[in-house]
């Protein structure tokens, strides 16, 4: 294979949901595509969110944003601090989103917009941004074309095919086709969300407007929706129906609030100072209200969790309330939701679901939406991305039995895609690279720490403090703190006593770091002989 004209190498996104982050690298073009988190799984304990490592690859020029959700935009600030003076490109809704970001992190940084019908001009090649359909407005996979217009690859991780919906434009077929209908070798990386549902169709945003309408009318009670809040064109819906039926809508919860008011200030949404109220401007209880309650996965901040535990300051849940679930369960939030729906038939609330109603579509394409743009873009090579490990091979299988002119790759994070001048291709394994976590003031936690984190979560802790005489030969005084262990320890404090004097009496005190390691197996021993397990212990010697 001759040298390669162009590499492509995906950071984070491909073997997981999120992190979405790819590099682009030519002879004299560096450049990355969206700049994502991933969302942490339970058992990491509380961190923030994980990012991949970008320690290892070239240094970009440029960043192009395909849209505004956090798994493509949410890891920005950490890219700009990695890479200073890299140019952002993004639309004028994932800027907006992105400015508001960065005012909390960075002083105010360049974001230059880009319109669909725009061409972004680099040394070896051309991007032209593709309008698709999504569960954002404004989402656009990228077509990149080498200045001989022989080799092109359309990047399209993040879409649906709505000719539908009432609020943009379908997916631009024709602008695609005209674009790539000349080039040798077409090669589309593409996404894999879906591949597994059961429904071959993603319906149109336009279909979930006549279950909220007869939902909506059906009560003259509160109505409590959850949804993604990103989701402009459902929150417009909403909207509308609250009009129609004479009502309030209060966004509740930061998310929520913030993603409507962005796209409010970019005129985007209809009848918004009519219809949207804010929560202070209403009494919880009035029931002409319809409250869109932001964190519909059950986060644990999230405001859907604190609402339906009875925890929110502003609105409780009441038998009369009709609640409805505008939203899918992100795979593995599933139990956190359910625990939540719970919590509300306890109460006795009328609680409707997308598996009851059709009040939720999803954002990304089903097997046939995938083979109409397999018609009509032609690739000659195609190349699974956006989804879990098991999901690009599911992608591959597909390919294989109902698309099989086109030649299939299977690639993942720190993989590389050579392209050479003559139009051959080659996939070559990279060393992987574990993703960084992040916690706190964006700060990068060492994953060690999370083995310790799970220590002191599971097994609670023990703080001994020891005040040794001046000659250091005996113990004036001790004191036992325990975290996170059975009110048993604190009733057994004096047991646990006597057995430190028995064997203060058995050491010596010459070698403080010998005695303190010895003290500390003791204790835990000790411990265990109650618990059946040991506890993190600490020993600390004055």
């Avoid at 993603?202 to 003259?220: C, F, G, Q």
């Avoid at 869109?292 to 405001?303: E, H, I, K, M, V």
């Avoid at 925890?311 to 939030?333: C, H, M, Q, Y």
């Avoid at 599971?458 to 975290?483: A, M, P, R, Y």
Wanted: proline fraction near 5%.
């Amino acid at each position: 294979m001759k040298k390669p004209f162009l590499k492509i190498k995906p950071v984070g996104g491909i073997g997981q949901i999120g992190s979405n982050m790819t590099l682009i690298q030519s002879q004299n073009d560096t450049i990355l595509i969206d700049a994502g988190i991933l969302f942490p799984y339970e058992d990491f304990f509380d961190i923030n969110y994980l990012i991949p490592d970008l320690s290892t690859i070239a240094i970009p020029t440029h960043l192009i944003i395909t849209h505004g959700h956090e798994d493509h935009i949410g890891a920005i600030s950490h890219v700009i601090e990695q890479f200073p003076g890299i140019k952002v490109l993004a639309s004028p809704f994932a800027a907006a989103l992105i400015r508001k970001k960065l005012e909390f992190n960075l002083s105010p940084y360049p974001i230059s917009e880009y319109r669909p019908f725009d061409q972004l001009s680099f040394k070896d090649f051309t991007i032209d941004p593709i309008h698709v359909n999504h569960s954002i407005p404004q989402t656009v996979g990228l077509l990149l074309r080498d200045h001989k217009l022989e080799l092109g690859f359309f990047f399209v991780s993040d879409f649906k095919i709505d000719f539908k919906t009432p609020y943009e434009a379908p997916f631009d077929f024709d602008r695609l086709i005209k674009l790539s209908s000349m080039l040798k070798r077409r090669i589309l990386l593409v996404d894999s969300t879906n591949i597994t549902s059961s429904q071959v169709q993603t319906p149109s945003e336009i279909d979930v407007i006549p279950a909220l309408d007869k939902l909506i009318s059906s009560t003259n009670d509160r109505i409590y929706i959850t949804c993604f809040s990103s989701n402009i064109h459902r929150l417009q819906s909403i909207i509308s129906l609250a009009k129609k039926y004479s009502r309030k809508v209060i966004p509740h919860g930061r998310s929520m609030i913030s993603y409507l008011n962005t796209a409010n200030e970019l005129g985007m949404v209809a009848d918004f100072d009519s219809v949207v109220k804010m929560a202070e401007s209403v009494t919880p209880s009035q029931n002409n209200i319809i409250v869109l309650l932001s964190g519909c996965q059950g986060d644990f901040r999230g405001t859907f969790r604190r609402f339906c535990m009875g925890e929110d300051s502003t609105f409780r849940p009441k038998v009369a309330d009709l609640i409805l679930l505008s939203s899918k369960a992100i795979p593995g939030n599933e139990k956190k939701i359910s625990a939540l729906l719970n919590k509300l038939a306890e109460i006795g609330a009328r609680v409707v679901t997308a598996q009851e109603e059709m009040i939720h579509v999803s954002g990304h394409p089903g097997r046939d939406d995938l083979l109409l743009l397999y018609n009509k873009f032609q690739p000659t090579d195609i190349l699974p991305i956006h989804g879990e490990s098991s999901f690009i091979r599911k992608h591959i299988e597909f390919i294989k039995s109902h698309f099989p002119q086109a030649v299939s790759h299977f690639f993942l994070n720190f993989d590389e895609l050579h392209v050479s001048e003559d139009l051959k291709l080659k996939v070559i394994q990279g060393d992987k690279k574990d993703p960084l976590i992040i916690h706190g003031k964006q700060l990068v936690l060492e994953r060690e720490r999370i083995s310790e984190r799970r220590k002191l979560a599971c097994n609670g802790t023990i703080f001994l403090t020891l005040k040794l005489s001046k000659n250091l030969k005996d113990v004036e005084t001790f004191k036992l703190t325990v975290q996170g262990l059975p009110n048993i320890i604190s009733q057994n404090e004096e047991k646990f006593r006597r057995f430190l004097e028995n064997y203060f009496v058995q050491i010596s005190f010459k070698d403080l770091n010998k005695t303190t390691e010895e003290l500390r197996i003791a204790v835990r021993k000790y411990f265990d002989q109650i618990l059946g397990y040991k506890p993190q212990t600490f020993i600390h010697i004055l």
